[in-house]
């Protein structure tokens, strides 16, 4: 079932308000026509920004991996797991299979999570994508509750 005209216009008249922060996107879904893509730019008074660079240092850590090559870090809350996704950048031009083979030993841990997955990027040239679950049940379901968080290193 997609959203009705007039839930379309409440949901955007509330958040328009400001209540929850600015509004710097309302669209429909790229991947799911029938949901909405919200974006909504808070304050960090909470100090969220420190926890995930001190997640990025931890995975950098455990992954053996210098801090700066720890790039884009995408966190989803969902009810049951959080799921982080990890850009993980080469020192040169890519990871070898020796590389590969090291991240996926220092993941199998469970240090940053039960469940991942490591698999090499589409999008950014010799680098790797770790998607690590926080708990041992992944929720695969994305049409359900989630909140999305986006970090970019300085």
């Given at each position: 079932d997609s959203f009705k005209e007039s839930e379309v216009d409440s949901i955007?008249?509330?958040?328009?308000?400001?209540d929850l922060g600015t509004l710097s996107d309302f669209s429909h879904d790229d991947y799911n026509p029938e949901a909405l893509k919200v974006t909504i730019t808070t304050s960090d008074d909470d100090g969220y920004y420190n926890d995930l660079l001190q997640y990025r240092k931890e995975a950098a850590s455990v992954l053996g991996l210098n801090f700066d090559q720890i790039g884009e870090v995408d966190l989803v809350a969902k009810p049951d797991t959080v799921v982080f996704t990890l850009e993980l950048l080469p020192e040169y031009s890519s990871f070898d299979e020796k590389d590969f083979n090291s991240i996926t030993n220092a993941l199998q841990t469970g240090d940053l999570g039960p469940l991942y997955d490591l698999e090499y990027s589409d999008d950014t040239s010799g680098a790797l994508i770790a998607t690590i679950w926080s708990s041992s049940t992944p929720d695969?379901?994305?049409d359900g509750v989630e909140n999305y968080v986006f970090s970019v290193p300085e």
């Open positions: 955007k008249q509330t958040l328009e308000s400001g695969d379901n994305y």
